[in-house]
C-alpha cells in the first residue's frame, strides 16, 4: 500500500487530519467508494468534509471519478504517476449483482479514432457483467 504523506506530497496537497483519513480509508479498498460509503465507513466524519476533501483530491489528481450508470459518482485512487490524461485513463467495471464498481488498471484506454474535428474532453468507459465473486 503507498504511503499517504508521500503521495499528498508528491501532488503537493497540503496534509490535514481530515485528508490523511480519507485517503487512507480510499488506498485500503478494492473497489470503488461512492460518497455514501465513505460516510458510512467514516462515521465519525463530518460529510461535507468528506466532500471537499474528495473534490480537492478530485482537482489534484489524487483521485478520479467514476460515473458508472448506478447515479452515484464513485472514486478511486489514481496510479501515483497518473495526470488523469487520456493516455491514463482505464475500464471500469462494473458488477449488475452486488453494485460494486472497480478499476481495470491493467485494461488502459486505447487510443479512439473519432470523425474530424471532434475532441474528447471526458471519457467514462464501463464494462458491465458479473465480478469474479458474483460469478461463483
Ligand atoms: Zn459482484
Ligand atoms: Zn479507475
Avoid at 499517504?4 to 479498498?29: G, P, S, Y
Avoid at 488498471?105 to 467514462?124: C, G, R, S
Amino acid at each position: 500500500m503507498q504511503n499517504v504523506d508521500e503521495i499528498l506530497k508528491i501532488k503537493n496537497v497540503k496534509n490535514t487530519a481530515i485528508r490523511t483519513i480519507v485517503l487512507r480509508h480510499l488506498l485500503k479498498q478494492d473497489k470503488a467508494q461512492s460518497l455514501k460509503d465513505i460516510e458510512n465507513s467514516l462515521i465519525e466524519t463530518d460529510r461535507s468534509s468528506i466532500f471537499r476533501t474528495l473534490k480537492t483530491f478530485v482537482e489534484n489528481k489524487i483521485i478520479h471519478s467514476i460515473e458508472d450508470g448506478s447515479g452515484m459518482t464513485k472514486y478511486a485512487v489514481c496510479a501515483i504517476d497518473c495526470n488523469c490524461e487520456l493516455k491514463d485513463l482505464h475500464y471500469h467495471f462494473y458488477c449488475n449483482n452486488c453494485n460494486k464498481t472497480f478499476c481495470l488498471h491493467e485494461v488502459p484506454f486505447k487510443k479512439i479514432k473519432l470523425p474530424e474535428n471532434f475532441k474528447i474532453q471526458e471519457a467514462n468507459m464501463v464494462i458491465k457483467g458479473l465480478c469474479n465473486n458474483c460469478n461463483k
